[in-house]
């Protein structure tokens, strides 16, 4: 016979086991944690972009549609509690993409790819994670002073109309 208490020990850790597996699916962007929610990430990783920090919480690929590449996103938490969505991307605009291809060769990380749009004088670069990308963009505000340099953050999901 199994002893109860074993049962009992075995039937909690599985649920526990479960709880945390769905608290972890359940972080949909533009969600609001709560302080306890929050307090379970404080060892996690802390990013700073210029005066604003963001905890990450988790990183991996998603797939696009059907024979499309997968795409790394991570996801984040800035200090209102707000979960967001980051494609690893820096955005780069109001400079000639020809000065954005200097400086990105200069760039201690490099991207996993580039998307160059001359006409508009914008270009995104995608790094491998969200830290790479924040550093890239420091480095290309130092490098391209008049350039406008963002990591975009997601914190809602189009919906169509």
């Not at 200090?79 to 605009?93: A, L, P, Q």
């Not at 969200?130 to 480095?139: L, S």
Request: glycine share 4%; aromatic share 4%.
């Amino acid at each position: 016979m199994i002893n109860t208490t074993l049962m009992k020990t075995v039937a909690l850790a599985a649920l526990l086991s479960m709880a945390s597996a769905c608290q972890a699916a359940d972080l949909t962007v533009g969600k609001h944690l709560s302080t306890q929610e929050l307090t379970q990430y404080a060892s996690a990783p802390t990013v700073q972009i210029e005066s604003q920090s963001f905890k990450v919480l988790s990183s991996g690929t998603r797939t696009k549609a059907a024979g499309a590449a997968s795409s790394a996103v991570t996801q984040v938490v800035n200090e209102r509690g707000v979960v967001g969505e980051s494609r690893n991307e820096v955005v780069v605009s109001q400079v000639s993409v020809d000065s954005v291809r200097q400086a990105v060769s200069s760039l201690p990380a490099t991207p996993v790819s580039a998307e160059y749009y001359g006409h508009l004088n914008i270009s995104t670069l995608r790094f491998a994670s969200f830290q790479d990308a924040v550093n890239a963009r420091a480095q290309l505000k130092k490098t391209l002073p008049q350039a406008r340099v963002d990591v975009p953050i997601q914190y809602a999901k189009p919906v169509a109309r």
